[in-house]
């Protein structure tokens, strides 16, 4: 059974880092996208970064394009999001995702709708 656990959300304030860790046992992650989404209330969930995990392809939103930072630790079947300059817009809970298995990966995918295992969030809190 594939589980993905995040850890490391918090509260902190603008201008402050997180460093955001999603666990992954089930299955290897050699060779799969995986990424970090967002919801906050009232909004649709938002792809934030993504990552092919057999290659060096990552992909940020614009929005957050700068500010973080996602990596992988394969040996520990981990990745990280790590995230500074945090604005009070960035509050939201945070969603790691992978997928199946891929073939080729250039660009890791930003849609829900490619990732077919999720966590159960980890929530980031910005204050002003």
């Known amino acids: 059974q594939v589980q993905l656990v995040e850890s490391g959300g918090g509260s902190v304030q603008a201008g402050g880092s997180l460093r955001l860790s999603c666990r992954v046992s089930?299955?290897?992650?050699?060779?799969?996208?995986v990424g970090w989404f967002r919801q906050a209330p009232g909004k649709e969930r938002e792809g934030v970064a993504s990552?092919?995990?057999?290659?060096?392809?990552?992909e940020y939103a614009d929005s957050v394009n700068g500010r973080v930072t996602i990596s992988q630790d394969n040996a520990r079947s981990t990745v990280f999001l790590e995230m500074k300059n945090l604005k009070p817009e960035d509050t939201a809970m945070y969603y790691c995702?992978?997928?199946?298995?891929?073939?080729?990966?250039?660009?890791?995918?930003?849609?829900?709708?490619?990732?077919?295992?999720w966590g159960q969030g980890t929530q980031v809190t910005v204050s002003s």
């Open positions: 995702a992978a997928s199946d298995p891929y073939g080729i990966c250039i660009k890791p995918p930003l849609t829900l709708s490619n990732y077919k295992y």
């Open positions: 089930g299955y290897g992650i050699s060779r799969v996208f």
């Open positions: 990552i092919c995990t057999g290659s060096i392809g990552t």
